[in-house]
């Protein structure tokens, strides 16, 4: 395996456990922003005594959060995108050039040690 194999292959197991880290402080956003919803739906369908005190809490929360839709934020979301799935294909390529490599070891030990022997290709 090269040196540059070994240091892509480091640098992606890298990306990967942020990535999974990013995943799991997602899932849990993805729950509080549910319980948040929920408290919302249920205080607007009367099930729930509004609290003027959540309410502008969550009005607050609301206005510090960026909108998807700002077009400063849409050409780097994309370019994120893009760069993940660019990283995740290339790590893929790499474990193939790796597989590739170690077979192509083998099988020239294969014919090396038939070659010995007298057998020839």
């Known amino acids: 395996m090269s040196l540059f194999s070994l240091i892509f292959m480091y640098y992606c197991t890298s990306v990967s456990k942020q990535m999974k880290s990013f995943k799991s402080a997602t899932e849990m956003l993805i729950e509080q922003i549910q319980v948040v919803l929920s408290y919302v739906v249920?205080?607007?369908?009367?099930a729930i005594k509004p609290d003027a005190s959540?309410?502008?809490?969550?009005?607050?929360l609301t206005d510090r959060l960026p909108s998807l839709d700002a077009p400063e934020l849409v050409q780097p979301v994309k370019q994120e995108t893009d760069q993940a799935v660019v990283m995740g294909t290339l790590s893929s390529l790499t474990?193939?050039?790796?597989?590739?490599?170690?077979?192509?070891?083998?099988?020239?030990m294969g014919i090396d040690k038939l070659s010995r022997?007298?057998?020839y290709f």
Do not use: N
């Not at 959540?54 to 607050?60: D, E, N, P, T, Y």
């Not at 474990?95 to 020239?108: E, F, G, V």
């Open 42 to 46: 249920k205080t607007k369908s009367g």
């Open 117 to 119: 022997k007298g057998i």
């Open 54 to 60: 959540v309410l502008r809490m969550i009005a607050s």
């Open 95 to 108: 474990q193939a050039a790796d597989s590739i490599t170690i077979a192509s070891s083998k099988l020239t």
